[in-house]
């Protein structure tokens, strides 16, 4: 039996074993071998991973101007970006002053910033440094949106980190993940909002994945890598410093105790790029500690009227709309299977530790806000995006792209669908209503008064004050036109303790300070501004229930406020409501009409004194700070001594008046005058001449109410006094001076008028050029 020959292993058939075709049949080229399963299923992943990157964009740059020319976001690294080079000529003050957020979100946004004012000096936008910020208060549309856009690029970072983390977890979890956060309607709103968080949440993801890559192939690189991120996410937002404790389990998983002696070296290369983004930390630090107590406060004692319950349950019903209601039980569940096997779930278990450690503070902090939610929702996509790739797995082939796609449609649709609602109702936010009304119904002649989270109003004091400034004059004269043009309003706003410290240091003549609480809750020093006969000669009040729900939730605590509110609604008209059109539309506002029966129930409660704001202090302080005083003459309970003076406890509280009232006091008492309403506005100047007689502001205030009503003999008094206020700390006043002069002169002494004229006028400014005009009329 023939046996049939085989070519050698290895060798390649003959050529003229391959038969040829026969004549005149076209040749084809091989057809190209099919692709590894693999491969096909990683061009797929990929593909998934660009369609979710494109849905993320999308859904984050629709309507990406909502509310502008109106900036209603509170964007505080972009606004302290914009005070650092707030000099006329452009100069940087690169110590932002300020630390209850590191610095490195202000220092991108200073980039960004300085990168426009370069792109508009090329166009010839802009002239000058001047022109940028006049420029925003015209019309901050460019610049919002040029920082709104970076925070569409920092979430869409967080995408693509978040899928490079699931994909270390389980293979094929990537593109689920990245789905879920590229739908949350918690990451849509702050990439939107300038915020420090949308900084923070990429490098602390990366931060995460890199640790988890050390964790298994180690590495100087990796190592390095991972610290820095830590660090660098730290210099973003405080909160990040806790994935040095998954970095140092990582050591541990790894190489046991002797990797784990890696861990300070790790943390010192997190300080220092923390350091590196944060440097005033240290060359500023009275300020960082300062500012790091108020943070602790805020954790401990909560925001505005939330005083007695934690945030989980606001955090948990977040989490739920993020990751929805299917997500929540399989969070659960991963939580579970993970915890009976950590040994054989390593990764997972790094995931969850980091998860716990950003999530328990804030579910046991007084604090609502949204955004705190964010560094958790990229770990809990993470975890639910690796149980629904497990579960797939355990079913037939065929079925799991559809399982898998029904998974997606249930996790991701209603996010979607939360993200659309909130991307349509910030463009419909009620304020920009009440700013419209306001426009079309009132004059300038109109006194408003409002709480917080009413009608963005540019007022009066304001408009001058900007008008005065360095920056305006140092503006083309175009912009000054443009700025000129800009319509104001007689608006006020309530000063409002939302967080911070509830006591006040004390200064005894002799002996260390003490600090002594004045009220057991920052917010419970709102009862001082809601006194109603600070209505008085006020045409509008305007509440929003942002604030007003608050204190109505707590009527005793508040009682204060809820009469204030319940004067309101028994004398003043309605003249205009503003109902959200959809939730996160902007609170629910409410403008009264304070007509003739507001204003005569108003003056029946008498005149305002300008000591009305120490009524309401309580008996306990008064007493302790009059102990520690050591107080000649105590009265305890007594706002006055015998003579009419203050009581030496009022005086203690100066810190406390300047820090909530003192502006408003002065921006109140000058709109009551401009309105001529020239009693009361000397009655908010006196209000802060009693415990800061060297405040020339408000004594200019008292001057001007005075000299209207052609009470000189008091306007001269009240001047000296400050002048020698002034004087004791080796300050003085041109403008009290000018005004002391015309005092002088109305009271008839000539010759006193011409000494003070005569001492300004060798100058060359403004004040030198009236005193010459005045000292020609004295002559």
Not at 521 to 532: G, I, K, S, T
Not at 612 to 628: H, L
């Amino acid at each position: 039996m023939s046996r049939k020959a085989h070519p050698a292993e290895g060798s390649k058939p003959r050529s003229a074993e391959v038969p040829k075709p026969p004549a005149g049949v076209g040749t084809h080229a091989p057809a190209a071998p099919p692709a590894p399963p693999g491969d096909s299923r990683r061009a797929l992943e990929r593909a998934a991973l660009a369609a979710v990157l494109g849905v993320a964009l999308g859904i984050r740059v629709w309507k990406l101007g909502y509310g502008l020319p109106e900036f209603l976001d509170e964007a505080l690294p972009f606004r302290w970006a914009l005070g650092m080079w707030s000099d006329p000529g452009g100069r940087i003050d690169w110590n932002p002053h300020r630390f209850h957020h590191p610095t490195l979100p202000t220092y991108l946004h200073l980039l960004v910033q300085q990168a426009g004012y370069l792109f508009g000096r090329l166009l010839g936008v802009y002239k000058s440094a001047a022109d940028v910020h006049v420029g925003f208060l015209v019309d901050p549309t460019s610049m919002a949106l040029a920082a709104r856009a970076a925070g569409v690029a920092a979430d869409l970072a967080t995408v693509l980190v978040v899928a490079l983390l699931a994909e270390r977890i389980r293979r094929g979890t990537g593109w689920l993940a990245a789905l879920l956060v590229a739908c949350s309607p918690t990451f849509v709103v702050a990439a939107r909002s300038i915020v420090s968080d949308s900084v923070m949440v990429p490098l602390a993801t990366a931060a995460l994945e890199r640790t988890l890559a050390y964790r298994e192939r180690g590495g100087r690189v990796r190592f390095v890598a991972a610290a820095v991120l830590v660090g660098l996410a730290a210099g973003s937002k405080y909160p990040a410093v806790i994935l040095l404790v998954p970095l140092g389990v990582a050591l541990w998983l790894r190489g046991g105790v002797r990797e784990l002696r890696l861990w300070p070296l790790a943390a010192a290369i997190a300080g220092a790029a923390f350091l590196a983004t944060t440097p005033y930390a240290l060359l500023d630090f009275a300020t960082f500690q300062r500012d790091l107590g108020f943070l602790r406060g805020l954790a401990q004692k909560g925001h505005l009227g939330n005083l007695g319950e934690s945030g989980f349950l606001f955090h948990l019903r977040n989490l739920s709309r993020d990751i929805s209601w299917a997500g929540v039980p399989l969070l659960v569940v991963s939580l579970a299977w993970t915890a009976s096997r950590a040994r054989a779930r390593p990764d997972a278990s790094l995931v969850w530790l980091a998860l716990l450690a950003f999530g328990l503070p804030i579910a046991f902090a007084r604090v609502e806000a949204e955004r705190y939610l964010l560094p958790l929702l990229p770990l809990a996509a993470v975890l639910v995006a690796e149980l629904v790739l497990a579960a797939a797995e355990r079913i037939p082939r065929p079925a799991r792209a559809p399982g898998l796609a029904v998974a997606a449609l249930v996790l991701a649709s209603p996010a979607l669908a939360a993200s659309a609602r909130a991307v349509l109702a910030s463009d419909a936010d009620s304020r920009i209503a009440a700013r419209r009304w306001c426009e079309a119904h009132l004059t300038q002649r109109d006194l408003i008064v409002q709480e917080l989270y009413c009608a963005p109003l540019p007022g009066r004091i304001e408009w001058l004050t900007a008008r005065g400034g360095a920056l305006y004059g140092a503006a083309s004269p175009e912009l000054k036109r443009r700025y000129d043009a800009r319509r104001w309003f007689s608006s006020v706003t309530l000063p409002l303790a939302v967080v911070g410290n509830s006591t006040n240091r004390v200064r005894p003549s002799s002996g260390p300070p003490v600090d002594i609480e004045v009220f057991p809750h920052a917010a419970d020093f709102n009862r001082l501004v809601y006194e109603p006969r600070l209505l008085q000669g006020v045409d509008y009040f305007a509440t929003s229930s942002a604030v007003r729900g608050r204190f109505e939730a707590d009527t005793a605590r508040y009682a204060a406020e809820h009469r204030f509110y319940a004067l309101l609604d028994s004398t003043a008209e309605v003249a205009a409501r503003f109902h959200p059109r959809m939730a996160g539309g902007g609170p629910e506002i409410v403008l009264y009409r304070l007509g003739e029966r507001a204003q005569s129930a108003l003056a029946g409660l008498g005149p305002l004194d300008p000591l009305w704001w120490a009524e309401t202090i309580p008996r306990g302080y008064r007493e302790r700070a009059e102990n520690a005083l050591r107080a000649e003459r105590p009265r305890g309970v007594a706002v006055r001594l015998e003579d009419g003076s203050p009581a030496a406890w009022v005086l203690s509280l100066r810190p406390v008046y300047q820090y909530l009232l003192g502006d408003f006091a002065v921006a109140m008492g000058s709109e009551l005058a401009d309105h001529g309403r020239y009693a009361e506005g000397r009655r908010l100047a006196t209000a802060t001449l009693v415990v800061a007689p060297e405040d020339a502001q408000a004594c200019v205030l008292y001057f001007a109410c005075c000299a209207r009503i052609g009470d000189w003999g008091a306007a001269r008094a009240v001047i000296e006094r400050t002048l020698m206020a002034l004087a004791a700390t080796g300050g003085t006043s041109r403008t009290l001076r000018l005004h002391y002069g015309e005092v002088l002169l109305n009271l008839g002494d000539r010759a006193g008028a011409r000494r003070e004229f005569e001492a300004l006028a060798a100058s060359g400014d403004e004040i030198g050029a009236e005193a010459r005009r005045r000292l020609e009329g004295v002559r």
